[in-house]
């Protein structure tokens, strides 16, 4: 199954605004009847609690799967900022890294609509066998400043020949 991971921050407040768009993704891509994405939330800074998890995903009406990223996810793709997001193919490859949509465009800076949709571009080239174009893109949010480094011993037990990046 292919896995979107979208890093996220608690007090992020881009972030708490891409959750209901992440959410629409979710349903879609829960909406098949044999789903092919999972989207799943990583929380990479070490401080964070299950509690600020659970209450971030009960504010935000989040219905899919997050954790603490206790593997070092975050490192091992690249992500700098909080909301990044990576898609991950069935084997473990990075086939994509970077932003959800262009609704930001700088810090505090953002549009009304997004005119690119790139994480979803990204989905449905993957899923239609294409490469993914653009691979990566610049996401704008909260800097990643505290991760656990990437842990690959527990990295094989998700993916038995480790993740591949970009």
């Not at 991971?5 to 407040?13: E, I, R, S, T």
């Not at 900022?81 to 949509?101: C, I, K, M």
């Not at 700088?106 to 691979?135: I, M, N």
């Amino acid at each position: 199954m292919w896995q979107v991971w979208v890093f996220l921050a608690p007090l992020c407040p881009i972030c708490q605004d891409y959750t209901y768009y992440l959410n629409a993704l979710h349903e879609q891509w829960s909406a098949d009847e044999v789903p092919q994405v999972e989207l799943v939330g990583w929380f990479p800074n070490p401080t964070v609690t299950d509690e600020a998890i659970a209450e971030f995903a009960d504010r935000y009406a989040v219905g899919w799967e997050m954790a603490r990223d206790t593997v070092g996810w975050s490192d091992v793709v690249g992500a700098r900022f909080t909301p990044e997001a990576a898609l991950v193919s069935p084997d473990g490859e990075v086939v994509y890294r970077g932003r959800v949509n262009d609704l930001y465009y700088a810090l505090g800076k953002h549009r009304s609509t997004p005119r690119s949709s790139d994480l979803a571009l990204a989905v449905e080239q993957a899923l239609d066998g294409l490469p993914v174009v653009p691979a990566e893109t610049d996401a704008i949010g909260c800097p990643i400043q505290n991760r656990l480094p990437f842990q690959d011993s527990l990295a094989r037990q998700v993916f038995a020949g480790g993740v591949r990046g970009l």
